[in-house]
């Protein structure tokens, strides 16, 4: 289907919108007398960065928390293998995570 065939069905079956052009950014269907977004920020979102100290407390916690499978009414250890396998990926992100502060211009 061509663009123009394209174009021409939207407006067809949604008279309430239009088309407009927008700086930096693919052409965009509003609704007929609103204003296209401009830019949206991610603080806008809720979003801010890192998780900061409680994230990383959240993790060793989760950490513990795989570890604590380990002991249980279970008799096979192939089981065993695959905790200690996700608890030392964790481990290794997290002493990731505090190199990578630890060496940042500006550590959080």
Do not use: C
Request: aromatic residues 8%; without cysteine.
């Amino acid at each position: 289907m061509s663009e123009q065939t394209h174009r021409e069905r939207i407006s067809v079956n949604h008279p309430a919108t239009e088309r407009v052009n927008q700086p930096g950014r693919e052409e965009g269907v509003v609704r007929a007398g609103a204003a296209p977004v401009e830019h949206e920020r991610p603080e806008d979102w809720g979003w801010h960065g890192e998780t900061g100290r409680w994230g990383r407390i959240g993790a060793v916690i989760a950490t513990l928390f795989i570890l604590a499978y380990l002991f249980g009414n279970h008799e096979g250890r192939i089981e065993d293998l695959w905790v200690v396998a996700i608890a030392g990926l964790m481990i290794l992100i997290l002493l990731l995570d505090w190199r990578r502060r630890r060496n940042a211009w500006r550590a959080k």
